[in-house]
């Protein structure tokens, strides 16, 4: 007999797990049983009365934060499952619904412009880590052209309109490319390229709102419709713009205008 830690309805217990063989399934199963009763409302989280000021982004990050506890803690019980090919596949679906998430609590975090501190940041120094970080882990990202420039700006939220950007290529178009750009107006852009289906004209602007996937069935990639909301929320904090565009020969072009560039000393 094993015993866990498990805060239950605001009060610390200990429960009593047991991993005899075959202990797996009951595991599981009573994992997904206690989200469940969370989900069912067993906790002091309240619903939005009418009225109420909140708004449904809150609300959905305020659910959303709270399922963080219980996911962190069928984790650790989905270690206790005997059967190895339960575990990867009950794992596996944990670390899905966790990904899901922490992206709509990244959205929520997007569009209530949290504060992060505004620092000078020489951008192809944070576009080589980035790009190296995505090839050690096997993923085909080039940067290609860069040049010195210095932005005033906040660099976790920088990172994370970048990374949605590239995941979208890579998901979409299996490989990315990085490139910045001085336009004419001397504004600078940084450019996520891929070579993908593209996105028909009239979705190029659609699809940047929060929940808005194209196509359908069994094809269709993973994902909320997140990841470019969160990216134009959070551009728009760092007073730039993220816009979309086809390009020639095919695949998409998604462009992160960002004001205040001048060039290193
Ligand atoms: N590079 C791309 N090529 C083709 N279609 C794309 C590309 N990027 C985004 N899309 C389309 O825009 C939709 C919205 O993209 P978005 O990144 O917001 O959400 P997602 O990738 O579906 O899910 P997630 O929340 O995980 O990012 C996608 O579902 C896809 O249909
Ligand atoms: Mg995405």
Redesign the pocket.
Known sequence: MLFLPVHCHNHDVTAAVSPASGAGGSIAARAIEMASGWLRGGRKRTAAKVGDPRTSTELLASVSHDLLTPITRMKLRAELISACAVQQKFMADLDEVD??VR?ILA?AASAHGRAEACVNVELASLLRCLTLDYRDSGKDVELSDTFPAVVPTQPRSLRRILT??I???L???GAAEIAMEIDEGASLSIR?L?R????PEE?LRT??R??????SGSN????????????SNLAHALSGSLS?SNREGG??K?ELRLPGYRQPC
């Not at 993908?196 to 996105?199: D, F, H, K, S």
């Open positions: 990904g899901l992206s959205y949605n950007l995941d979208n290529a998901k979409y178009g996520v891929d993908g289906p593209g996105l979705h699809v940047i929060p929940f808005v996937r194209l196509g269709v990639a993973e994902g909320l419709g997140l990841g470019l909301a969160t990216a979309l695949g998409l998604a």
